[in-house]
């Protein structure tokens, strides 16, 4: 499966087989969330791999009862040494920049998981301090984010997601390209309706044609139907 494959597949696994998941396959998961970018590479990510069925539980029970993470038989627990950020960056490394990263480690776990054929949850409603003392976690590390991860036991429909128009923009916030689909040239259900419309950009806040996006979308239209 390549990269884009693996991202619009993915789906948040909630039911998991009765099946373990093997420790190597566990290990590149957390790899790959060990290797994602951190500001300065200050690498402030701990993570704590969880299979005891009895800490499964508690962590279930801590995280607002969400009893269906104990069906997981693995969760990682994605922590930020919290000093760390704040030694080289101040607020922002402790505030921001370690809530970024540990947001990067728990996507890009998951789409390890999803690419070994596993289904995996990332879990943010949790109760921290119930989570550092089950865990043992010290003061100076917060945990940002837990991952259930084991094969799946149910095939979740895809959740309905806003297309990407509806909230992207072009060079500066609200300058929305109405046929965004054939400005990157993908091709999509869009794309028919799209042809039909004529190819604009609409500047919200004006409501004027936007040239430098028409002027792409056409070229792009051009060398998508000539398959080039
Ligand atoms: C920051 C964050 C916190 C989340 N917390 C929970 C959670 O506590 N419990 C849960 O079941 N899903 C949780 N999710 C998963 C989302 O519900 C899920 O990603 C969303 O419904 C979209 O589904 P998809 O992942 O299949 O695209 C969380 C996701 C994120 C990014």
Same mark, same amino acid.
């Given at each position: 499966? =390549?990269?884009?494959?693996?991202?619009?597949?993915?789906?948040?696994?909630?039911?998991?087989? =009765?099946? *373990?998941?093997?420790?190597?396959?566990?290990?590149?998961?957390?790899?790959?969330?060990?290797?994602? *970018?951190?500001?300065?590479?200050? !690498?402030?990510?701990?993570?704590?791999?969880?299979?005891?069925?009895?800490?499964?539980?508690?962590?279930?029970?801590?995280?607002?009862?969400?009893?269906?993470?104990?069906?997981? *038989?693995?969760?990682?627990?994605?922590?930020?040494?919290?000093?760390?950020?704040?030694?080289?960056?101040?607020?922002?490394?402790?505030?921001?920049?370690?809530? !970024?990263?540990?947001?990067? @480690?728990?996507?890009?776990?998951?789409?390890? @998981?999803?690419?070994?054929?596993?289904?995996?949850?990332?879990?943010?409603?949790?109760?921290?301090?119930?989570?550092?003392?089950?865990?043992?976690?010290?003061?100076?590390?917060? #945990?940002?984010?837990? +991952?259930?991860?084991?094969?799946?036991?149910?095939? #979740?429909?895809?959740? #309905?997601?806003?297309?990407?128009?509806?909230?992207?923009? +072009?060079?500066?916030?609200?300058?929305? +390209?109405?046929?965004? *689909?054939?400005?990157?040239?993908?091709?999509?259900?869009?794309?028919?309706?799209?042809?039909? =419309?004529?190819?604009? @950009?609409? =500047?919200?806040?004006?409501?004027?044609?936007?040239?430098?996006?028409?002027?792409?979308?056409?070229?792009?239209?051009?060398?998508?139907?000539?398959?080039?």
């Amino acid at each position: 499966m =390549d990269v884009m494959e693996c991202i619009h597949t993915r789906r948040s696994i909630r039911k998991y087989q =009765d099946i *373990p998941v093997e420790f190597e396959k566990v290990g590149r998961i957390v790899e790959a969330g060990m290797i994602v *970018p951190t500001a300065g590479n200050i !690498q402030d990510l701990r993570f704590i791999i969880i299979q005891d069925k009895g800490k499964r539980a508690q962590i279930a029970e801590a995280s607002l009862q969400q009893y269906w993470m104990e069906t997981a *038989p693995v969760h990682i627990v994605v922590c930020v040494d919290i000093k760390r950020g704040k030694q080289f960056y101040g607020m922002r490394g402790e505030r921001l920049y370690s809530v !970024q990263h540990s947001g990067a @480690a728990a996507m890009s776990m998951q789409l390890a @998981a999803h690419h070994f054929g596993l289904g995996s949850c990332w879990v943010g409603a949790f109760d921290e301090e119930a989570i550092k003392s089950i865990c043992g976690i010290p003061e100076y590390a917060r #945990p940002e984010a837990i +991952i259930t991860v084991g094969y799946p036991d149910e095939i #979740p429909p895809r959740p #309905p997601k806003y297309i990407l128009e509806t909230f992207t923009y +072009i060079e500066r916030f609200g300058n929305r +390209i109405r046929t965004f *689909p054939l400005i990157i040239a993908e091709p999509s259900p869009l794309v028919e309706k799209a042809v039909k =419309d004529t190819i604009h @950009a609409i =500047d919200e806040g004006t409501n004027t044609i936007v040239g430098k996006g028409v002027e792409k979308g056409k070229e792009l239209w051009k060398r998508l139907m000539k398959k080039e």
